[in-house]
């Protein structure tokens, strides 16, 4: 039976340039598109590089308890080293960009993370782990 290949995360963006520069200055991703379908605006983001493998998380809470604002929730990004994770950080917060948590170390798989928040308030986890 073939297999649905996960391909991409769409988000509603008000302010698309900001989401843009975001992704650009803290995650290297490039403009891959950029086009209007009537008053609509697409954009999409991508890496140069093909090989990166995409991880889809889920999350199972305790009792099927509602989701809060501290939800686990995110985009996670695997980087080379500690230095990168602190070198996207300092970068996030001279863009004002919110440090939601860490930078942390957490045992494996996770490792060295930090979190933070894109213009639309979305997660994004930038991480050297130990092993994936």
């Not at 305790?62 to 080379?80: I, K, R």
């Not at 970068?91 to 170390?105: F, H, I, S, T, Y």
């Amino acid at each position: 039976m073939p297999q649905p290949v996960l391909t991409h995360i769409a988000f509603n963006c008000p302010d698309i340039d900001s989401m843009v520069e975001f992704y650009r200055d803290l995650a290297g991703l490039e403009i891959v598109l950029d086009r209007r379908d009537g008053d609509l605006r697409v954009v999409w983001l991508g890496l140069e590089r093909d090989a990166a493998p995409f991880l889809l998380v889920l999350l199972q809470r305790p009792g099927n308890q509602p989701v809060s604002p501290h939800a686990m929730e995110h985009l996670g990004f695997e980087c080379q080293s500690r230095a990168e994770v602190d070198e996207i950080v300092a970068r996030a917060r001279k863009r004002g960009a919110p440090l939601v948590e860490g930078p942390d170390e957490l045992p494996p798989p996770v490792g060295y993370f930090a979190i933070v928040a894109d213009p639309n308030g979305n997660r994004v986890e930038f991480s050297c782990p130990d092993s994936v």
